[in-house]
């Protein structure tokens, strides 16, 4: 498709497992992000991707929490030993730099995400 | 350090009233990216403009106008004539220009009443 495709769209887990959620992002984009956004609260920022480099995991709340990118495509991030409070929705988005000038810079563009529930 | 207050946490407007929803930013960027997104509650993040610091040109497009004050760092948006179907959580963004993480205000939930 077109969009940033997020996979799965819904997961109810277990307190303790692990999962793992897929993002695609839009075809060319070099820049990959993913973001928490927990019930009626705002987005957080977990990592950004350029390529399949992480400049900038800042956002990752603890260890239990890793990203990865191959292929300067597909992301996957992964959430071990789950806790309730890791319940959220979980946001992919991709961008591709501007060429040149700052004014041609980046849009980011998010997909639809994944509904996260620990039971 | 980065950041962006959105003051109002929920506003409730009957349809057809004009509705302008606050962002002021700080950063220590000389040049930046400023957006706004819009999420409904099907949950999908809708990219709805990108601004760059360089440009302080207000613009409209419809029934959206945003407001761009570099003197205030504001970012102000105005819906005009709302419609039911502009009820959503609005985010107002910043960004380096050369890209990297945005940083999400905390949103302002309007809710237009028929």
């Known amino acids: 498709g077109a969009g940033v495709s997020q996979s799965p769209s819904n997961k109810v887990t277990e307190k303790g497992k692990d999962v793992e959620l897929r993002c695609d992002p839009i075809s060319g984009h070099t820049a990959l992000y993913w973001y928490r956004q927990r019930l009626g609260q705002g987005l957080e920022f977990l990592i950004y991707?350029?390529?399949?480099?992480?400049?900038?995991k800042s956002g990752l709340p603890s260890d239990r929490f890793s990203a990865e990118r191959t292929g300067e495509s597909v992301s996957t991030l992964t959430i071990q030993r789950t806790q309730q409070e890791d319940s959220a929705v979980y946001l992919c988005?991709?961008?591709?730099?501007?060429?040149?000038?700052?004014?041609?810079?980046?849009?980011?563009?998010f997909g639809e995400g994944s509904w996260l529930t620990v039971v | 350090a980065q950041k962006v207050t959105q003051a109002q946490t929920e506003i409730s407007v009957v349809e057809k009233e004009d509705v302008t929803l606050d962002c002021v930013y700080e950063t220590r960027d000389t040049t930046y990216y400023l957006f706004w997104y819009k999420q409904p509650p099907s949950g999908e993040l809708v990219f709805l403009i990108r601004?760059?610091?360089?440009?302080?040109q207000n613009e409209i497009s419809g029934r959206y106008s945003w407001n761009f004050q570099k003197s205030t760092s504001s970012f102000n948006f105005t819906i005009t004539a709302s419609q039911v179907v502009d009820s959503a959580v609005y985010f107002c963004?910043?960004?380096?220009?050369?890209?990297?993480?945005?940083?999400f205000g905390q949103g302002t939930e309007l809710s237009v009443k028929p």
């Open positions: 963004a910043l960004s380096h220009y050369q890209g990297g993480k945005l940083i």
């Open positions: 601004r760059n610091s360089f440009d302080e």
């Open positions: 991707f350029q390529g399949n480099s992480a400049p900038d």
């Open positions: 988005a991709s961008s591709s730099p501007g060429q040149g000038l700052p004014s041609s810079g980046n849009t980011i563009y």
